[in-house]
């Protein structure tokens, strides 16, 4: 969940390192740091607080360092302080490490490995007392960070430098907790946990797998296996666009990327969806060979894997899945799914979904189903991500980059391709009519317009955030493709307003939070389900009478809530299998102008990070 960054070459290296860790802040802001070199000297310079702290701190200071690395801190090991920021360095000062993930045996490490006394409380401190013990002793930088790797179990990488050799970096990667890429240059070596860091300095990156070890100088990366054994790896070329990170005009990131959906769905749709011939078509995407219409057609059950938003997303792909491939879908926690044994096997489809493609959980149970023999499609808006390297095929979000913490283009870019997904699928396995296919293919393309219109509506749902923003907690129901939609309008909720907001089934709500109903409670009816829509009426009524205040999100020209709910919300009419796109994207808006009314800070919420790589 942190991010680090190093550089080494000809150029004033705080000044990367400072904008490659700008562009990793969402990994994590609690604290930063930075460690530069000169020939003579290395200085750490760490702040608590957002990088800005830090930049603060660091005018004027090694403006002549060529060399260097630096991290922002989502913590886990210690409160967020200075004094637990990284880099962290051994007791004399000679090596400074920055790191990402865990090292689960870090107590025992310090019993064994300390060689002084520890001035933090992270994880991370005893990798340098390890580092200098081994040159100490007479080592290398690699064999120093080969005994690492020997030893300290968990999920983490990190880079570390040595003052006595100031040109050089190392790093390493053991499992899922985030990435290492390095952006190979002339005469310059750049590296970072992902390469959104790395645009604007690199198009050639080469991604460090698993239990990788990388020693780095301005001219030469080389990489070894755990074991020190030198390993050939050509750098990957990709070219991408650092510009559309930018915020524009907008006053934050999620704002701007809530306007920018109707183009996420076009970019999700482009080149799969055909309006001339109102046909699906993903073949170009799918390894030939895993799924060939004859493999399709085994496929007796699929699986769908995420967390938060990506699960919500999927929880939406679950009844496309059933409905257009007819294949028997479950959907999972990845965290739960890969803790009870789940019972898996090569007919059994098994989709991740993640916009980072790099969060732990996912990984883990992608782990679990190779280990299983499923065939996997992975749903990523991160090119060359882990998910991408796991699964056997990728379907990519093409989002582009969604800077704030909270996700929103990423959501609905997932539940359409999770739409086109299932249509392929069904067709492939001869179960799609065609006039489903071009049914939903026609509808889909309407998708951009119908959501283009709740954009319109922004003044009418800031009204509405504007009446509810004093409430401290909220309720949101729905039922059947409703109920996805409330647990991602209740999560989107607390994770930008810090209100507390829970989402529940409609048919739940008699089981136990109807107790919770009273004046202070406002809840959140998603009724735009043709089939279930008599249904939440009622639930409506059974609020009201219990004095509870109700916002009914509708579809256009149902007029059928007005006499029933306090307000409502309105959302253009479409097909009810495509509703929750246009209901989602309403609550992320509603979730905003409530957000921003309370002073927090949308894009960067508290305690969160946009990539989980711990457990
Ligand atoms: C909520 C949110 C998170 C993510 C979750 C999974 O707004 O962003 O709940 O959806 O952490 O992340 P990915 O999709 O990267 O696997």
């Known amino acids: 969940m942190c991010g680090i960054v190093g550089y080494t070459g000809e150029r004033f290296a705080s000044r990367i390192l400072l904008d490659s860790l700008s562009r990793l802040e969402y990994r994590g802001y609690d ?20 990088l800005r702290e830090l930049s603060k701190k660091l005018e004027g200071e090694m403006t002549d360092a060529r060399a260097g690395i630096g991290h922002t801190r989502w913590a886990t090991h210690g409160v967020p302080s200075e004094k637990n920021a990284h880099p962290q360095l051994d007791p004399f000062g000679r090596v ?40 100490d002793a007479g080592l290398d930088l690699v064999e120093a960070v080969q005994l690492i790797l020997s030893k300290a179990r968990g999920a983490y990488s990190f880079l570390a430098v040595d003052s006595q050799q100031p040109d050089r970096l190392v790093g390493a990667r053991v499992g899922n907790a985030g990435g290492l890429v390095i952006g190979i240059s002339e005469d310059e070596s750049i590296v970072a946990s992902d390469v959104s860091a790395l645009l604007p300095y690199s198009q050639e990156f080469i991604f460090l797998e698993s239990n990788e070890i990388v020693d780095i100088r301005p001219s030469v990366v080389e990489i070894f296996s755990s074991d020190g054994e030198r390993k050939i790896r050509s750098p990957e070329r990709l070219s991408l666009d650092p510009v559309t990170a930018a915020k524009g005009t907008y006053k ?10 109707p183009e996420t769905l076009l970019n999700g749709m482009r080149g799969r969806y055909s309006g001339t011939s109102e046909t699906i078509d993903l073949s170009s995407e799918l390894n030939h060979e ?64 993640t916009q980072s493609g790099e969060t732990v959980d996912t990984l883990a149970a992608m782990e679990e189903a190779q280990r299983a023999g499923c065939p996997q499609i992975t749903l990523s808006n991160s090119v060359g991500s882990q998910t991408t390297r796991l699964a056997d095929s990728t379907i990519m979000l093409h989002a582009g980059p969604e800077i704030a913490v909270a996700s929103t283009k990423t959501m609905i870019a997932s539940v359409i391709a999770l739409h086109g997904l299932s249509l392929f699928l069904g067709k492939q396995r001869g179960l799609l009519q065609p006039e489903v296919e071009q049914e939903q293919v026609h509808q889909a393309l309407l998708l951009p317009a119908a959501v283009s219109n709740v954009l319109n509506f922004t003044d009418e749902i800031d009204k509405l955030a504007e009446k509810y923003s004093a409430s401290n907690n909220f309720l949101f129901l729905g039922r059947g493709l409703g109920y996805p939609v409330a647990l991602e309008g209740a999560l989107k909720l607390k994770e930008v307003s810090y209100i507390h907001a829970e989402g529940y089934s409609a048919g739940e709500m008699k089981h136990g939070p109807i107790a919770l109903i009273d004046d202070q409670m406002p809840t959140l009816a998603i009724c735009t389900q043709g089939d279930v829509h008599d249904k939440m009426r009622s639930n409506i009524q059974q609020i009201r009478a219990r004095g509870g205040a109700v916002i009914a999100l509708v ?42 009314r309370r002073g927090a800070d949308v894009d960067q919420p508290r305690n969160l990070a946009k990539t989980v790589t711990v457990e």
Request: glycine content about 6%.
């Open 555 to 596: 579809s256009e020209g149902d007029s059928s809530m007005d006499a029933i709910a306090t307000d409502t919300l309105i959302v253009p009419d479409i097909d009810p299998i495509l509703s929750p796109i246009p209901a989602v994207v309403a609550l992320q808006l509603f979730s905003y102008g409530i957000a921003t």
């Open 290 to 353: 895993r799924f060939s219409i004859e493999n399709l057609k085994e496929i007796n059950r699929c699986l769908i894997v995420g967390m938060g938003t990506s699960m919500h997303a999927a929880m939406i792909g679950r009844h496309y899945l059933e409905q257009f491939a007819r294949i028997p879908t479950e959907v999972d926690n990845s965290a739960e799914f890969r803790y009870r044994r789940p019972l898996l096997d090569e007919k059994t489809l098994v989709i991740s979904v």
């Open 96 to 135: 400074a490490v920055v790191h990402n993930g865990i090292i689960e045996n870090w107590e025992d490490l310090r019993q064994q490995y300390g060689q002084g006394l520890f001035s933090s409380d992270t994880d991370t401190e005893v990798l340098a007392h390890m580092l200098v013990g081994g040159l």
């Open 252 to 261: 934050h990131f999620m704002l701007k990327e809530i306007h920018e959906q």
């Open 31 to 50: 604290s930063s740091g930075i460690a530069l070199l000169t020939e003579t000297n290395m200085q750490v310079i760490r702040a608590r607080g957002k």
